[in-house]
């Protein structure tokens, strides 16, 4: 459709170029405002899963309990909702206040990666931990919810490792305020807010089914 030279050089805008090289001008509006579009969308659903994960987390006194609020008339957690969309509002004015939207989406695409990568590994051990009455119990066992996911969580580990060593600035700023505010929370959960989450007994499978 176009050559690569050219896709290079509109690299910030490529479906629109495309679409307006292929139907004309009138086509590139339409691809531009079809972008925008599924921008707004995933937004929103992005603010609607994070408010539901605060609302819940408050639900237990990890957060607090007032983010739990349910409006009668809407049937939906309006406080986690409003904090949600005025965090997201307040980070995108700093981000965009110190770089531009290109290496603002860049850094935000690298810092998830990165903080899935950080999920995966933390999912892995977890499992790990959930069967390991059942690690010993033969050799399939051994390996399938062993071997295969410490390995997985280690060679993940390895990948987060570079990865941080060759971020940008930014983005290890990023990660490193990430955490402290996780730990923060996290430490205002159990000895602040009194969250009953960090009583519960740790569970393990120790049958076979």
Known sequence: MVSPARLQAHSTSALV????SLG???WAKVMALALALSVIASTGTGIVIIARLIYSMASHRVL???LANVSPRLSTPVPASLATGGLLIVLAWLYLGTTTVQAAFNDLIAVTGLLYAGFYILTGLAAI?????RILASPLDAVTIGLLPLAAAAFLGWLLVKSVQAAPAAQVWSLGGILVAGLAVMLTARFGLRSAFFTIARESDSARH
């Open 17 to 20: 170029y495309t679409a307006g």
């Open 64 to 66: 607090p309990p007032f």
């Open 129 to 133: 931990v959930y069967y390991r009455r």
């Open 24 to 26: 004309g001008s009138g």
